[in-house]
């Protein structure tokens, strides 16, 4: 007579997902204890972009980072943003208990379209946000084009040659 074995199905489910858990945060974090890990990494922020009749706005979530240090540069069609965000008391690593939020450098880099006006760029950063604003060639805007009206055309009786 064969022993057959009954797992429980939520245990198995919860080994699994633990498992796949350490494998990701493994690879993640470049394999190795957890202790011995670099707490910095590069980071992508997150970014908003629209758009409307005078230009085009981007907005990117830079918490904790200076805006005095980050980079914007254009070059041709491209608009680069780069920066860093530190950790704060990276000296004092034992004191954190955990760590989830990625530091170190970061890039993003965006394509323009041709009807941005790149010599009136402007940025400004508040509560976490810089905001880029690019702004339209005036000859790209959209234009409101009025309609005249004529007086309404009045037909005469054809003269009668007599």
């Known amino acids: ?5 009954r797992n429980d199905p939520f245990r198995d489910l919860v ?3 633990d498992q796949l858990f350490r494998t990701f945060d493994s690879a993640y974090r470049g394999g190795g204890r957890e ?11 997150l970014v908003d972009i629209f758009e409307d009749s005078e230009g085009i706005t981007l907005k990117a979530e830079l918490p904790e980072v200076d805006a005095k240090d980050v980079e914007i540069q254009v ?3 491209t608009l680069t943003l780069k920066g860093e965000r530190n950790l704060e008391h990276e000296d004092k690593r034992d004191g954190y208990h955990r760590v989830e939020r990625t530091y170190g450098s970061f890039s ?3 394509t323009l379209p041709s009807t941005v006006d790149v010599e009136h760029i402007t940025a400004e950063s508040k509560d976490g946000v810089l905001r880029v604003f690019l702004p339209k060639r005036p000859e790209t805007k959209p234009r409101q084009i009025k309609v005249a009206v004529s007086a309404p055309h009045t037909q005469s009786a054809p003269v009668s040659k007599q």
């Open 1 to 5: 007579m064969a022993i057959i074995r």
């Open 15 to 17: 080994a699994l997902q």
């Open 35 to 45: 202790d011995e890990q670099s707490m910095v990494a590069t980071w992508s922020p």
């Open 75 to 77: 070059e041709g069609n």
């Open 108 to 110: 993003r880099t965006f």
